[in-house]
């Protein structure tokens, strides 16, 4: 796999969506993340929830913000594709710790999974495909 080619070089598939689309779509949904998980990392403070419900939560922030900077600076595929089923599971698994306390908090965090199993299919596609 050649990694030290620039994404844009990259071989997607014909359902990938333009360049373009990423920042308005991130911008939507870095806000519902921002809101919602504020919103769990608040409880946590005030101890209407346990720092076990919040975990996921912080998790899921990390490997969300390290995603760029592997796919984008060190341009390893395989490492990002690892680190996006990471953002995946680890959202799942703080929409499931969250369910009992705060429905609505699962709720608003549905486009945000949607878009990053989009982005997890997507991934593993662009990765195969430049193998």
């Given amino acids: 796999?050649?990694?030290?080619?620039?994404y844009a070089e990259y071989i997607k598939p014909f359902w990938a969506p333009p360049a373009w689309v990423f920042g308005p779509v991130w911008m939507v949904l870095y806000a519902l993340v921002a809101f919602s998980f504020g919103k769990v990392?608040?409880?946590a403070w005030k101890k209407q929830v346990s720092m076990i419900v919040a975990l996921p939560f912080l998790f899921n922030l990390l490997f969300n913000f390290v995603f760029t900077p592997i796919q984008f600076g060190l341009q390893n595929?395989?490492?990002a594709a690892m680190d996006i089923?990471?953002?995946?599971s680890t959202l799942v698994w703080a929409m499931k710790a969250i369910w009992p306390y705060r429905r609505w908090i699962v709720y608003v965090n549905i486009p945000y999974l949607m878009w990053?199993?989009?982005?997890a299919v997507l991934q593993f596609t662009v990765t195969y495909l430049n193998w």
């Fill in 1 to 6: 796999m050649n990694e030290m080619i620039q």
């Fill in 116 to 119: 990053v199993s989009f982005a």
């Fill in 85 to 88: 089923l990471l953002v995946l």
């Fill in 41 to 43: 990392f608040y409880l």
């Fill in 77 to 79: 595929n395989l490492l």
